[in-house]
């Protein structure tokens, strides 16, 4: 079971980017899915999370800016990101909590490798 990330690159202040995430292999369920990042030097930080049933939650710094959406038919989560800002300049991952066909039972967390992002004139 594995997640992986495409999008990213660098945008100019006040520019949009998307990232997508696909998780893959013996999948046999998927809870929240969601994305966090991290600065040289700092903690990751939750960007936006989302439930199987659509729920979303944000960080109070990307609200109204950063648009979180799944499809479970493809197993895939998807951020939206508006009006970018130099701060928000970061390394971001993917997360789901998945469980396989061995254990279906078992929700575990997983992770997609970073991919950076970059907010600069």
């Known amino acids: 079971v594995q997640l992986q990330a495409s999008g990213g690159g660098l945008v100019q202040p006040g520019g949009s980017l998307g990232l997508s995430c696909a998780a893959s292999g013996s999948i046999f369920r998927i809870n929240v899915m969601g994305w966090y990042r991290q600065a040289p030097g700092k903690q990751r930080e939750l960007v936006a999370t989302?439930?199987?049933?659509?729920?979303?939650n944000y960080a109070d710094s990307v609200k109204g800016r950063f648009t979180i959406s799944r499809d479970n038919a493809k197993n895939t989560v998807y951020l939206q990101m508006n009006s970018l800002k130099p701060e928000d300049t970061c390394v971001y991952y993917c997360?789901?909590?998945?469980?396989?066909?061995?254990?279906?039972?078992?929700?575990?967390?997983?992770w997609g490798k970073g991919t950076q992002v970059t907010v600069s004139s």
């Open positions: 997360n789901a909590q998945m469980s396989t066909v061995v254990e279906w039972q078992r929700f575990m967390d997983y």
């Open positions: 989302i439930t199987s049933g659509g729920r979303t």
